[in-house]
C-alpha cells in the first residue's frame, strides 16, 4: 500500500483517484451498483478505495500493469454499471458535477464494413431494396475471412452480372470505401473531465441525446493529449443483478446481499461443470460450453481462468490446450525454468494473463516492473520490429546473467513474445469472475427472479428472449403468457400450487408485445387498479391510448382472451374489429351477442406464428414438439439422447437455429447451436461444407444435420456431413448471428 501510495503521490495522480472515487461514492449513495474492473483491480489503492472488488494482495495481482513511472499515461480505471436508466445517471452526475465545459463523451468513429458498404453504395446506386437485402445476407459479417469471402463471389451469388458496367462501378465502391470513416458516434461510456476549460482543448458538440455533450476526438486521441478519462461501461448483466436485489427479497422472503453469497457454492459450480450456463455472464456462448466441462471448475479462480481461457490470447498463443490437457490429467505440469513455478503454477504452467507475462520477465531476465509494462507495451497491436529486437536482446541478456540455457531462453521468449500481443489481465477476469459467479449463483437459487430480471434488461448476452423462456422452462420455471388482466409493463413473478407446494412463477410483461408503447401498459395497469376490467370495450373505453393495432396484437397471442367467458383469440378479434366501427346511432340500441364469433379458433401452428409475430416467444410447446413423431421416424435424435450415444457414431439432429458462429480463430469452422424441446445441439460445420450450403446455413431457421457425434470429456457435438432445411413452422424466430 505504502509503495502504490508514494507512486501515485509522486506522479501527481491522487486528484485522478479521488475523482473516480467520487463516481463511486455517488452510485452507492443512490444504490446504484457499480464495479470497477481492468487492471484497476491489481491495485490495493483501488480495492481499499472500494473502486474495484477483487482483493489484489490475496490474487497476488501486479501493480505495475495498472501504474508504472514509465508508462507516462494516466491510469486507466473502467466502472461497470448496470446499463440503461443507471448508467444514465451516473453520467449525468460527472455532467452535472464538472459543468458543460468541463465533461463530456468521447467519439467513435465508425467505418464502413462489408455489409454497411455493400447496402449503402448500392441504395447510392438505385438497386431496389430486394436485391440489398440478398447481397447483405451472404457478405460475411463475422471475423473469419475465407477465399471465397470477398465481393466477387457475394455478387455472382446473388446472381449479378459482372461484366454491367453499372455492376462492376458497384463492386468496386465497395471495395474502395472499406475501412473509410462513415460517421462520428458516440464511445460506449467513455467520459473526459476537466476544470471547465474542454473548449479550450477540443471542439465540443451537444449529442443527439438530450443532456449530453460529445468531444470531436476518439479515446486514442484524447489520451495522446493527456485528457482525464474514466469509463462509465453499461454491463446489462449488472442491471440483472441490480434487479434481482430487489426481487429476491420481495418474493422469495430471504434476503440478499452479493457480497455475502458463498463463495464456494458445490450446486453452482455443478451446474457450470454440465455447461448448463444459459443466461449466464460470460460463460454461455458454445465456445464456453464446450470448455468448461474440460476445465471442471470446482473454486473461484477455476472461474477466472475460465472467463480468460475464451479469448484469441490463449487460443492463438496455443495454450488453451496445453492447459485442457494438464487440468484433465493429460499431460504432466512443467515449466521452462524452475524459478517461473511461482509465477506459473496456478495456471499449471501455461502462462494465461499478461500479468504473469510481466512477472515472468521480472524474474528470468531481472526487468522493472515499469520495464515489463514497457514489453507487454511494446508487443502491442502497433509493433515496432527495431523496439522488439531491442527487448529481446535485452531479455536474453538478463536471462543469460541468471545462468538461463539458451534453449531456455528460446522457450520463455517464444512464450512471452506470441502470448503479450492478445494476452488477457488476470484482473479483468477476476472481475468479471465475480459477476459470472454471481449471475450463476442467483439463476441456481432464484430461478425466476434471475429470468424475470434477464428478460427484463434485454437485449444482452448471447441469447434471444424466446431461447432464455425455453431455458427457465427447461429447469422447471412455469412461465405465463401475457394477460391483460395480469401482465404489467415489466416481467413479473406470481405464485403458483406445485405438488401442493406454492412457488414462485414467471408472467410475461407487455413490454413483449412489438410495437406496444409503455404508456399504453401503464394505464392498462393503473385502471385495472383502480376498477376490474369487465370486457374488450371496457378496456377500449377506459385505455385511449391502445391504437387498434395494439388491440390486435394483443388479440391474435391470446392477451385478450382473459376478458371474456370462453374467449378464444379470434373471438377477440372479432369483438376488437366490432367495437373499433361502432354501429352509429340507429343500430346501437339493438343488443349483439358479444361473445359470439362465426370464426374458428387458431390451429396450434397459427397460434405459434401469431406468439412469435407478436411478442419474439412462445410459453406453450417448443415448435419441434409439433413434429417430433414425423422426425423421429427419420432417425432424429433430440438433443437430450446424445449424451447417451457413444463417441464416433453416425447420427442426426434437427432444431431451430439460434446461433451461428465463426471466430476468426477457428479457420473457417462454423458453429451452429441447434434448439429442440429438450435443449440444444451443437453442430461443427467444416469451411468446404459451409462453401458448399452457404445460403442454407445462413438464412435457414430450421436445419437438419446428418454427421459424427463426438462425444469426449462430457463434451458433446456433431460433426456435420449433411445439412438441409426443414419446414417446422412460418413462426419467425430469431438467432445471434456471428457476433
Keep these: 500500500m505504502q509503495r502504490e501510495l508514494a507512486l501515485i503521490e509522486k506522479l501527481h495522480l491522487p486528484g485522478y483517484f479521488l475523482i473516480v472515487w467520487d463516481i463511486i461514492r455517488f452510485c452507492r449513495e443512490q444504490k446504484i451498483l457499480v464495479q470497477g474492473r481492468g487492471s484497476a483491480a491489481n491495485s490495493a489503492v483501488c480495492y481499499s478505495l472500494g473502486i474495484t472488488a477483487v482483493d489484489p494482495v490475496g490474487m497476488e495481482l501486479l501493480f505495475e500493469r495498472f501504474l508504472s513511472e514509465e508508462r507516462g499515461e494516466w491510469p486507466d480505471i473502467d466502472l461497470d454499471l448496470p446499463s440503461g436508466d443507471q448508467r444514465e445517471k451516473a453520467i449525468q452526475y460527472v455532467y452535472q458535477r464538472y459543468g458543460q465545459l468541463g465533461a463530456a463523451m468521447t467519439a467513435n468513429v465508425i467505418t464502413y464494413r462489408d455489409r454497411s458498404a455493400a447496402r449503402e453504395v448500392g441504395k447510392a446506386l438505385g438497386f431496389d431494396q430486394e436485391t440489398l437485402d440478398q447481397l447483405s445476407s451472404v457478405v460475411n459479417s463475422g471475423e473469419w475471412r475465407g477465399p471465397s469471402d470477398n465481393f466477387e463471389n457475394h455478387f455472382q451469388r446473388v446472381g449479378f452480372d459482372l461484366n454491367h458496367p453499372r455492376v462492376r462501378k458497384y463492386w468496386e465502391l465497395c471495395e474502395r ?27 465540443l458538440e451537444p449529442a443527439t441525446m438530450p443532456g449530453r455533450v460529445v468531444v470531436q476526438w476518439d479515446k486514442d486521441d484524447c489520451a495522446d493529449m493527456g485528457i482525464v478519462k474514466v469509463d462509465l461501461l453499461g454491463l446489462g448483466m449488472m442491471a440483472v443483478l441490480e434487479e434481482c436485489l430487489e426481487l429476491i427479497p420481495k418474493h422469495y422472503g430471504e434476503p440478499i446481499d452479493l457480497a455475502q453469497i458463498p463463495p464456494d457454492d458445490p450446486a453452482v459450480y455443478e451446474t457450470l461443470r454440465r455447461a448448463d450456463t444459459v443466461g449466464m455472464f460470460q460463460v454461455e456462448s ?73 512477472r515472468m520477465a521480472m524474474i528470468a531476465a531481472n526487468f522493472t516492473g515499469g520495464e515489463a509494462e514497457d514489453l507487454r507495451r511494446a508487443m502491442g497491436f502497433k509493433r515496432s520490429e527495431e523496439r522488439m529486437h531491442k ?161 390486435v396484437t394483443l388479440s391474435e397471442i391470446g392477451a385478450l382472451n382473459p376478458l371474456g367467458k370462453e374467449m378464444h383469440r379470434r373471438t377477440a378479434l372479432w369483438q376488437v374489429e366490432r367495437a373499433a366501427r361502432p354501429a352509429g346511432p340507429l343500430l346501437d340500441a339493438i343488443p349483439e351477442q358479444m361473445e359470439l364469433s362465426p370464426l374458428e379458433q387458431m390451429t396450434d401452428e397459427e397460434r405459434l406464428v401469431a406468439d412469435f409475430h407478436g411478442s419474439g416467444m412462445s410459453t406453450g410447446p417448443h415448435p419441434m414438439t409439433y413434429c417430433r413423431a414425423a422426425l423421429s421416424k427419420q432417425q432424429v435424435k433430440r438433443a437430450c439422447d446424445l449424451s447417451r450415444l457413444p463417441d464416433g457414431q453416425y447420427t442426426r439432429v434437427a432444431g431451430c437455429v439460434i446461433a451461428r458462429q465463426r471466430p476468426g480463430t477457428a479457420k473457417g469452422f462454423v458453429f451452429l447451436s441447434l434448439e429442440d424441446e429438450t435443449g440444444i445441439s451443437n453442430v461443427i460445420v467444416n469451411p468446404d461444407l459451409y462453401e458448399k450450403y452457404p445460403l442454407v446455413i445462413n438464412r435457414e431457421k430450421f436445419l437438419r444435420v446428418d454427421g459424427v457425434l463426438q462425444n469426449q470429456d462430457h463434451t458433446i457435438s456433431i460433426k456435420a456431413s449433411h445439412v438441409q432445411p426443414i419446414s417446422i413452422t412460418a413462426a419467425e424466430t430469431q438467432s445471434h448471428d456471428f457476433h
Design 177 to 203: 470505401i472499406q475501412d473509410l470513416p462513415r460517421h462520428l458516434g458516440q464511445h460506449s461510456g467513455g467520459m473526459v473531465v476537466c476544470q471547465g476549460q474542454l473548449d479550450s482543448v477540443v471542439p
Design 286 to 358: 458454445r465456445a464456453q460450453m464446450a470448455s468448461l466441462p474440460r476445465n471442471a471448475p470446482v473454486k473461484f479462480y477455476d472461474l477466472v481462468v475460465q472467463v480468460a481461457i475464451i479469448r484469441p490470447g490463449p487460443i492463438v498463443g496455443k495454450m488453451m490446450h496445453p492447459y485442457m490437457r494438464r487440468r484433465q490429467g493429460k499431460e504432466s505440469v512443467a515449466y521452462a525454468h524452475p524459478s517461473l513455478e511461482p509465477v506459473l503454477k496456478r495456471t499449471l504452467g501455461v502462462p494465461l494473463f499478461q500479468e504473469q507475462l510481466l
Design 391 to 551: 527487448i529481446e536482446a535485452k531479455l536474453r541478456s538478463g536471462m543469460t546473467q541468471n545462468g538461463f540455457a539458451p534453449k531456455t531462453q528460446d522457450e520463455i521468449i517464444t512464450q512471452i513474445t506470441s502470448f503479450a500481443r492478445y494476452g488477457f489481465p488476470e484482473s479483468h477476469a477476476a472481475s468479471f469472475a465475480l459477476i459470472a459467479y454471481a449471475s450463476a449463483y442467483l439463476k441456481f437459487h432464484y430461478l425466476a427472479a434471475f429470468t424475470a430480471a434477464l428478460l427484463n434488461n434485454q437485449p444482452m448476452g448471447f441469447y434471444s428472449p424466446a431461447v432464455l423462456v425455453h431455458d427457465a422452462q427447461l429447469h422447471g420455471l412455469r412461465v405465463k403468457p401475457i394477460n391483460a388482466l395480469q401482465s404489467e409493463w415489466n416481467c413479473t413473478i406470481e405464485r403458483t400450487a406445485k405438488d401442493g407446494n406454492d412457488i414462485p412463477c414467471l408472467r410475461i410483461g407487455f413490454r413483449y408485445v412489438h410495437g406496444m408503447r409503455q404508456s399504453a401498459a401503464d394505464r392498462i395497469v393503473s385502471e385495472r387498479q383502480k376498477h376490474p376490467l369487465e370486457g374488450i370495450e371496457d378496456l377500449i373505453r377506459r385505455v385511449p391510448e391502445l391504437p387498434k393495432k395494439d388491440l
